[in-house]
């Protein structure tokens, strides 16, 4: 039973930083492609980040590209998600999930969440002006 479990989100003022940590438990994760998504109120979910576990490669959306940055501890078996320069629009829901099928694609980083089996409750971040 594979299971993520998300922490660290919070609120905090435009510029701010938070990290957000995902555990996840179950089985080995090297060939799994791990994605982090967010979702504010009245919009679709939406891609942030995702690492091939076993390469370490990650991939961004635009919006937050240079802004945060995805990683993973195979010791202690958790994702971050290191946020820097919030902002307002960063406000959401942010998800923990993992994709076991496209792994063997190389370069591919699912950017859909129907591409994603396994999903976390979630965290919430607030970002303030």
């Known amino acids: 039973q594979v299971q993520l479990v998300e922490s660290g989100g919070g609120s905090v003022q435009a510029g701010g930083s938070l990290r957000l940590s995902c555990a996840v438990s179950?089985?080995?994760?090297?060939?799994?492609?791990m994605g982090w998504f967010r979702q504010a109120p009245g919009k679709e979910r939406e891609f942030v980040a995702a690492i091939r576990w076993g390469a370490g490669s990650t991939y961004y959306a635009d919006s937050v590209k240079g802004r945060f940055t995805i990683s993973r501890d195979n010791a202690k078996n958790t994702v971050y998600l290191q946020m820097n320069s919030l902002k307002p629009e960063d406000t959401a829901v942010h998800y923990c999930?993992?994709?076991?099928?496209?792994?063997?694609?190389?370069?591919?980083?699912?950017?859909?969440?129907?591409?994603?089996?396994?999903w976390g409750p979630g965290t919430q971040v607030t970002v303030s002006s």
């Open positions: 179950g089985r080995a994760f090297e060939h799994y492609v």
């Open positions: 999930t993992a994709d076991p099928t496209h792994y063997s694609r190389d370069y591919y980083y699912p950017k859909n969440s129907y591409e994603y089996d396994y």
